[in-house]
């Protein structure tokens, strides 16, 4: 049966496809009915657009996907806990849950405004923290 670690492998995935393009290592996957439908990673640099956040990436892919701007009864699986920034965007979303893997210890929604997203918005942190937490570890050491 997949699970919360299996969906979240998927989004550390994507972290590590940004890990090789020298994007920072974050990936997200959207999944509906227990389908992913969405993948994405950061893309800042490669589209030079400081909005081009792996969650913000996944929104916009799922929402083309099922035709709307809503994502009810989808689950946002992330490698980093989301910025203020992507939080209000899955906020106006209606997403139901959203699964995260390392705590964003300096820019997370949880430091700067943690009422920010929708109150029916399910939360569950740190599925998989290690993994995705050493990932950004050995990113930012190699590029400092």
Not at 44 to 54: C, G, K, Q, R, Y
Request: aromatic content about 6%; glycine content about 6%.
């Amino acid at each position: 049966m997949l699970n919360d670690e299996y969906f979240m492998r998927q989004a550390l995935n994507e972290a590590k496809t940004a890990f090789e393009r020298n994007e920072v290592p974050v990936g997200a996957v959207v999944v509906c009915q227990g389908r992913i439908i969405a993948r994405a990673h950061n893309l800042t640099e490669t589209l030079n657009d400081v909005t081009a956040h792996a969650e913000m990436q996944a929104i916009t892919a799922a929402a083309n996907v099922l035709g709307g701007k809503y994502l009810k009864d989808c689950t946002l699986y992330v490698t980093l806990e989301p910025c203020p920034m992507c939080a209000g965007g899955l906020l106006w979303s209606q997403i139901t849950k959203i699964v995260c893997g390392a705590r964003d210890e300096k820019k997370g929604y949880s430091l700067f405004s943690p009422n920010i997203l929708h109150p029916k918005t399910q939360v569950v942190t740190g599925v998989m923290q290690e993994e995705c937490a050493s990932l950004l570890t050995e990113f930012f050491q190699r590029n400092r």
